[in-house]
């Protein structure tokens, strides 16, 4: 594990593996190989420790939606085709039949999921399925506007489920909408779904303290943060926003955390 934004993948792995249910992920317990799975629980210890303990609540219920949002769109056409940004060890692509799928992430994430996944295949706990990893570093203008074409090729026609998970937040603002907005960029009919930090939760003590923690990890300091308002601009459509509150009370049933003790990552849905 490299010390910079990626590590933001073993978290988010680790997350979901100890609330499976919750994210509805059998498989995230796989990702991670058992040589590398105590240094990924120590690491996600130690982030509990100094920001807070709920990670795998926020996270679990982020995935959750993702999900749900996902099947209900191959719900409605069934050669729908995901494109996830900032797949990490994300499942979904084994979780749902798309007819095909594209992983975006930084190099040494794809390659390392790349490994894993080929692993899983020789083990039989992952079935054949169609999926492209592409690394990119979508800071880059010029990247974003080759993976703009090659997500038209990809798709070839067919409707698009776009995801940025995880991600917009550790952009530049020009680059967090230009990556909000790259599912309709190829497609205007596609379905969006993009987690983001609010603007009103910019001075919020727990990023506070996901932000002192990064800096000794060589992740960027400076953070985008976003309203449904600029996302709307961005996709040309209104959206639908979920806090972790309003996912607490649909998949538990009741707010067990509120939000101002959470990292206050909403989650946000266009043309679905």
Not at 179 to 188: C, E, F, I, K, Q
């Amino acid at each position: 594990m490299r010390d910079d934004v990626g590590l933001t993948a073993y978290l988010v792995n680790e997350s979901r593996a100890r609330r499976e249910d919750l994210a509805a992920d059998p498989l995230a317990a796989e990702w991670i190989s058992a040589e590398q799975r105590g240094a990924v629980r120590e690491l996600w210890d130690e982030f509990a420790a100094e920001v807070y303990p709920h990670d795998d609540l926020v996270v679990s219920l982020r995935g959750r939606v993702v999900l749900e949002t996902l099947g209900q769109a191959l719900d409605k056409r069934g050669d729908t085709v995901l494109v996830v940004c900032g797949a990490g060890f994300s499942s979904y692509p084994w979780l749902l039949p798309f007819a095909a799928a594209m992983e975006i992430d930084l190099p040494h994430i794809v390659a390392a999921k790349q490994r894993r996944a080929a692993e899983l295949r020789a083990a039989g706990v992952l079935d054949q399925r169609k999926v492209e990893h592409v690394a990119a570093d979508l800071n880059d203008a010029e990247t974003r506007r080759r993976l703009l074409d090659r997500i038209r090729r990809f798709a070839d026609g067919r409707p698009i489920a776009y995801v940025a998970e995880g991600l917009v937040f550790y952009l530049p603002p020009d680059d967090a909408r230009a990556v909000t907005g790259l599912g309709v960029s190829a497609d205007p009919d596609s379905l969006t779904v993009v987690s983001y930090w609010p603007s009103a939760a910019a001075d919020h003590p727990v990023l506070e303290a996901q932000r002192r923690w990064f800096r000794r990890r060589s992740v960027p300091e400076d953070a985008t943060y976003l309203t449904t308002s600029d996302i709307a601009a961005v996709v040309g459509g209104p959206v639908d926003n979920h806090s972790p509150e309003d996912l607490q009370r649909r998949y538990l049933g009741e707010v067990v955390v509120p939000e101002t003790e959470l990292i206050p990552e909403h989650v946000a849905v266009a043309g679905i």
